[in-house]
């Protein structure tokens, strides 16, 4: 059954918006609510990893003005949307916003910093050893073949925290000591993954 606005059917679409009331205002509402709550959690491990992963990656990337906060649009934002500026320069946000604004800094700050590491390097995988090393995404930034720059992420959260967390999974660390980006701290060769995501689920290591 379909719907447009040179052709409506008043019936069907009355039936959609009561169909919207009962979710919001129904019986399944408390139990809709708690889910997605509970979704939540892994989507913003998900969106902080994936956000890193994109500007560390190959190629340019884009960030909408004013979303270096977490943004819940259903479609891509424009530039026509207010931006609070004041709260972004003021870090005025939630935990998971001011993560988000960090990683984007911070790995901007590499891209300005380091040129040639993203204008002529590699990308290498990086990969975990033990029982949750599947929920590990890695990736090193490379120049005449030697890492300068791992980015890691965390895959499937929920999934991983159901399983039993990271269970001494490991990354090994090329050589040298490495600094997280995100948070000041120091690593150097067989790291456990808990130990690199104590903070955040994601890391942004330079040497």
């Not at 039936?15 to 889910?35: K, N, S």
């Not at 935990?95 to 590499?110: C, G, M, S, Y």
């Not at 925290?161 to 120091?186: A, I, K, N």
Request: one cysteine or more.
């Amino acid at each position: 059954m379909l719907s447009s606005w040179n052709d409506s059917d008043a019936a069907y679409e009355t039936e959609i918006t009561e169909w919207i009331g009962h979710l919001t205002h129904g019986p399944a509402t408390r139990i809709l609510a708690d889910f997605a709550v509970h979704l939540d959690r892994g989507g913003v491990a998900v969106s902080l990893g994936r956000k890193l992963l994109q500007l560390v990656g190959p190629g340019i990337p884009d960030t909408y003005q004013g979303t270096e906060f977490l943004d819940f649009s259903l479609v891509d934002p424009d530039n026509r949307r207010f931006v609070d500026y004041g709260a972004l320069k003021d870090g005025v946000g939630s935990p998971e916003d001011v993560a988000k604004q960090r990683i984007v800094r911070e790995a901007l700050t590499l891209r300005r910093e380091q040129p040639e590491l993203f204008l002529g390097g590699g990308c290498q995988a990086v990969f975990a050893e033990g029982a949750a090393r599947s929920h590990l995404v890695g990736m090193a930034r490379t120049l005449a073949g030697a890492p300068r720059a791992l980015a890691l992420a965390t895959r499937a959260p929920i999934g991983l925290q159901q399983s039993g967390g990271w269970r001494g999974t490991t990354v090994t660390l090329p050589e040298g000591t490495w600094t997280d980006r995100l948070t000041g701290r120091r690593f150097a060769g067989r790291v456990e993954v808990d130990q690199l995501y104590a903070e955040l689920p994601a890391v942004l290591l330079t040497r």
